[in-house]
């Protein structure tokens, strides 16, 4: 379109408006502004081939997906627009005040270097970084000749979306309050602080007004340090001060009001973050050293320093931190951007972010003014098949890639992101003619439910990816172009198979063989628990007898493991995310906000599996509180009566009864359990009818009420140190991705003793935690029916409960 329309259409000598010229910067930068005329609406500008791209959206763009705001296109605006806000003088086109209501950057999902080609067919999909619009928006054209003017602007439905009624109104205020460097919010110590995040870069540069950061691969954390009070906590506000000890002892021996942003991770002996160690992080056993990098300062003794240039926040912090063990200052370098980058990927690690040197901070914000730079590498792969879309415009999902590796096809991947539409439907004509019914390799369990299309492996294409995965596969592939000059010219019963391993004879090593899946046992002569004599074959034995009983509760439930490879006194540690797993043992992928990544948790469905994990070591059974289908919603509410040192077994089990009449009196029933070390378990069912939160507000009143019941011998005060020679009522336990030993789960403790299902009759003087074993519990349960089994059924009715027991 060209500027001639804007120019036409005002007079430069009446209005302040800039009258610019096409600057094909590519800076792909937005604004959008509140535009108060004859009627007030909102302009979004988009740049986009050397102008700004513009429509008027009457009712201001929308944060919630359901919400589809007309956006009527109007002329091309000029780039120095993007900073223009004041009065528009009456008697000139769109008079009337003008200011800027939110400006970014933004990026393409469909054609990154062809926007102008996008935007002709009437279809844009983008990223936005702004301070209010963020995340994924959809811009399409009127499919009506009458109305190609007329487009939706459209939010998609992602971590950024809302499902609460948006006016822009209420965002008006917000942002005219505060002049340039000042925040339009002072910091409130006292509450959660999400902090600043940066964007993905494209192509790393120098520039002098920037500054260059390592990126380190490990927990984004940050320090609210008050009056002796430390609170250290993940950017989504999780305590990290209990898992990271050291560093949180360190960070009370800083004497000043302070927040601080940083990265936790665990430095191996080269000085390169090791991220699978700083999730099973142990004091007393992980390897590497624990360290908290820290690269800004929000808040300094009474003042907020979020208005400061970033250069100026990070030498207050320089001088705040001292030098110490497990609290470093993260250092940068000025200018030179490419040569950090090229050094930080010889010595071995992610990348590096770019910040802009006189940028203030964005509380809450993915900002332009830090950009994140990691490791691409580019390679040629083999069309292996592909996945079908759930969208019917789309003609295929993602394509599943295989490289061949020692002879034989393997899989490497699948990538969804990097086609135009032209290449999606140029490559789904080229897929007719090479469907087989055969599968080239099984990935099932990689696919995650989606229904796979499987072709004869003749295709390259060429993708880009960040890095391999420990199993070999590549992550965030992108598609780049068919190598339309390279084929492969074999069939499909020429492709090598993959060969299953030899099975191992002696006393090191054999075979099970469970529901026709053959499962392989290493060592099982290895000592377990030396004072009992029981070994790894023990372990194996006991699950076997057990699996029937044990399965319910475990299964479609995401496993936490906790592995004692060495047995009892060995080293252990804490795993969940799984790569290496044989094809007949089935995951399910969960984000976590913690870590910003998909874990890929094990699923205990059978028989064969429990043994597998038998024979890693996992002697305890840790799973979710819910399944797979409804993961926010648990199938059971956990009282945990946790002793200390002083109480007794007899005090426990009083504790226990007192919670049986109280659940009597709210007319519920509970079902009891023992730890398997020194407390008991109450489980209440919920049938996955209420959420965790929920479910936790419920267990925390009746530990109210057994409180009032016991004064003496029960507490809620969680400190080791404040809570005395009480039994501890845990309501905790009930949290998304929290997990507590199994029913008939063994202990890794002395004795081999069992997490055992009771009933409330043998709660009496003279039992014991070592009733129950490895030895005695497959012969008690020969005779015994599941009595546990109700905790899995109807879920109680918890609003009679609390009326209940509200009348006591």
């Not at 069309?383 to 490497?412: A, H, P, W």
């Amino acid at each position: 379109m060209g500027l001639k329309a804007y120019r036409e259409k005002r007079s430069f000598n009446d209005t302040s408006e800039p009258k610019g010229v096409v600057e094909n910067t590519h800076q792909f930068r937005f604004v959008v502004q509140r535009h108060r005329a004859r009627k007030l609406h909102y302009d979004l500008r988009l740049e986009i081939d050397g102008v700004l791209k513009s429509w008027a959206v009457p009712k201001g763009p929308s944060m919630n997906p359901r919400d589809k705001r007309l956006a009527v296109q109007t002329e091309d605006h000029p780039v120095a627009y993007l900073s223009f806000e004041g009065l528009i003088p009456k008697g000139n086109y769109g008079a009337g005040k003008m200011t800027i209501w939110d400006e970014g950057n933004f990026q393409s999902l469909q054609q990154p270097n062809d926007l102008c080609k996008d935007h002709k067919k009437g279809k844009l999909k983008i990223i936005f970084h702004g301070s209010k619009l963020k995340g994924i928006f959809t811009l399409v054209r009127s499919s009506s000749m009458n109305k190609k003017d007329q487009w939706l602007l459209i939010k998609h439905d992602d971590a950024f979306a809302t499902d609460l009624d948006y006016d822009a109104e209420d965002f008006n205020e917000e942002a005219f309050s505060s002049g340039p460097g000042e925040n339009s919010k002072k910091l409130d110590l006292k509450s959660l602080i999400k902090p600043m995040l940066a964007s993905p870069g494209t192509k790393i540069f120098n520039d002098k007004d920037w500054i260059y950061e390592l990126k380190y691969d490990g927990y984004r954390a940050i320090a609210n340090i008050r009056n002796d009070k430390v609170e250290l906590y993940s950017r989504n506000g999780i305590s990290l001060n209990e898992k990271f000890q050291p560093i949180y002892k360190e960070l009370k021996k800083i004497e000043h009001t302070a927040i601080l942003d940083g990265e936790i991770v665990v430095l191996d002996k080269n000085g390169l973050p090791q991220f699978n160690s700083l999730q099973n992080y142990d004091k007393q056993s992980t390897k590497g050293r624990l360290v908290y990098y820290v690269f800004d300062l929000l808040h300094l003794n009474d003042h907020d320093t979020l208005g400061l240039p970033l250069i100026d926040r990070k030498q207050l912090l320089k001088d705040l931190i001292p030098e110490n063990t497990h609290i470093r200052y993260c250092d940068h370098v000025e200018t030179m951007g490419i040569t950090v980058y090229d050094r930080a990927i010889d010595m071995g690690m992610e990348g590096v972010i770019a910040k802009k040197a006189n940028s203030t901070y964005d509380l809450n914000s993915r900002s332009a003014n830090w950009l994140k730079f990691k490791k691409i590498e580019n390679t040629e792969t083999i069309i292996c098949g592909y996945t079908l879309s759930n969208k019917k415009s789309r003609k295929f999902g993602s394509l599943i890639l295989g490289m061949v590796e020692e002879g034989q096809l393997t899989y490497v991947g699948t990538c969804g992101t990097g086609f135009s539409e032209e290449q999606l439907t140029e490559m789904y004509f080229k897929f007719e003619v090479l469907k087989t019914k055969n599968p080239v390799f099984n990935i099932r369990k990689h696919l995650k439910g989606r229904e796979a299309v499987w072709l004869i492996p003749k295709l390259i294409c060429e993708v880009k990816f960040s890095e391999w995965t420990s199993s070999k596969v590549m992550r965030h592939p992108v598609f780049l172009r068919l190598r339309e000059d390279k084929n492969l010219n074999f069939e499909p019963n020429q492709i090598p198979l993959k060969k299953t391993a030899s099975k191992k004879t002696g006393e090191d090593a054999f075979s099970l063989k469970v529901d026709d899946i053959m499962v392989s046992i290493t060592h099982p002569e290895k000592s377990y628990w030396p004072e009992s004599g029981y070994t790894k074959y023990d372990l194996l034995d006991y699950y076997i007898q057990m699996s029937d009983l044990i399965l319910p509760y475990l299964k479609d439930r995401p496993e936490s493991l906790h592995r004692h490879p060495s047995g009892i006194h060995g080293e252990s540690f804490y795993q969940k995310d799984h790569e290496h797993l044989p094809e007949w043992i089935d995951t399910h992928g969960i984000h976590s906000s913690s870590s910003d990544k998909e874990i890929n948790y094990l699923l205990c469905q059978q028989k064969a599996t429990l043994l597998y994990l038998n024979n890693l070591g996992c002697i305890e059974l840790h799973p979710w509180h819910s399944t797979i289908y409804q993961l926010d919603y648990p199938d059971y509410a956990i009282l945990d009566l946790d002793p200390s040192e002083e109480n007794t077994f007899e005090e426990v089990m009083e504790t226990a009864l007192a919670t049986k009449e109280i659940l009597k009196q709210a007319n519920i029933k509970g079902y009891c359990k023992t730890s398997g070390s020194s407390g008991l378990h109450i489980y209440l069912p919920m049938g996955g009818k209420y959420t965790y939160e929920e479910a936790r507000n419920f267990t925390k009143l009746l530990c109210y009420f057994i409180q009032e019941k016991l004064p003496k011998l029960t507490t809620l005060e969680r400190s080791l140190k404040k809570r005395g020679p009480k039994i501890y009522l845990d309501y905790l336990q009930n949290r998304k991705g929290q997990t507590i030993v199994a029913p008939y789960s063994l202990r890794p403790r002395l004795h081999a003793p069992v997490s055992m299902p009771l009933l409330w009759s043998e709660l009496k003087p003279g039992l014991k935690i070592t009733d129950f074993t490895i030895k005695t519990v497959p012969k008690l349960m020969e005779d015994r029916k599941d009595s546990f089994k109700p905790v899995l059924g109807k879920a109680i009715d918890m609003s009679s409960a609390i009326a209940h027991l509200n009348n006591l």
